[in-house]
């Protein structure tokens, strides 16, 4: 498709599993973000990738989350031992060039509860 | 701590008025962007606003930029109820690459 997918749409597990997301971003896209919204809240930058350079992993909440990213394509959030906290939407955003000078392109997110 | 700060948090209008959301932030920026988020799905970029622009147009949305007060404001004229969403502010903090977003303005029109 021309927008960014992610996947699954919905995950529901158990405290304690480890969950994985997945984010396909717009294809040529050098820059790809990650963020977590809670309900009714605003925007959480939790990492940011571009091109080959070093992330920028300032975000993230704790050592249970991890990201990776091969090249410029799919990226994958992982979060180790899930907490009920951790409950929430993460969205993926892709964006050409340097990301804070350009649109955002977000996809519909991941919507994680944990039970 | 949150670089933009959206106001009203929240606001219902009668459809056909124009609806005004306001975006408060801290420290120099570069450009401000504004988003749509309807519910259950992510956000859609609506307008950028670079640092040395003061107003830019979008069919019926318009974004006012202060930098000495720093603050941005968006207008929707003629609302419609599809216009229903949650609308944020974001800035680069500092010059970082990277987006702060603001807690959003849920903006509900009444047909």
């Known amino acids: 498709g021309a927008g960014v997918s992610q996947s699954p749409s919905n995950k529901v597990t158990e405290k304690g599993k480890d969950v994985e997301l997945r984010c396909d971003p717009i294809?040529?896209?050098?820059?790809l973000y990650w963020y977590r919204q809670r309900l009714g809240q605003g925007l959480e930058f939790l990492i940011y990738?571009?091109?080959?350079?070093?992330?920028?992993k300032s975000g993230l909440p704790s050592d249970r989350f991890s990201a990776e990213r091969t090249g410029e394509s799919v990226s994958t959030l992982t979060i180790q031992r899930t907490q009920q906290e951790d409950s929430a939407v993460y969205l993926c955003?892709?964006?050409?060039?340097?990301?804070?000078?350009?649109?955002?392109?977000f996809g519909d997110g991941t919507r994680l509860s944990i039970l | 701590s949150q670089q933009g700060e959206e106001d009203p948090q929240a606001l219902s209008i009668q459809e056909g008025e124009n609806a005004t959301m306001n975006c408060s932030y801290k420290?120099?920026?570069?450009?401000l962007q504004w988003y749509r988020q309807n519910s259950g799905r992510g956000l859609v970029h609506l307008i950028l606003?670079?640092?040395?622009?003061r107003e830019k147009h979008s069919g019926r949305l318009r974004v006012t930029l202060d930098t000495s007060k720093k603050s941005s404001s968006l207008l929707i004229t003629a609302s419609r109820a599809a216009d229903t969403a949650s609308y944020f502010c974001?800035?680069?903090?500092?010059?970082?690459?990277?987006?702060?977003f603001g807690q959003g303005t849920r903006l509900t029109i009444n047909p």
């Open positions: 955003a892709s964006s050409s060039g340097q990301g804070a000078y350009q649109p955002q392109h």
């Open positions: 294809s040529g896209h050098t820059a």
């Open positions: 990738f571009q091109g080959n350079s070093a992330p920028d």
């Open positions: 420290t120099s920026i570069n450009n």
């Open positions: 606003i670079r640092s040395n622009e």
């Open positions: 974001a800035t680069d903090a500092a010059g970082a690459q990277k987006l702060v």
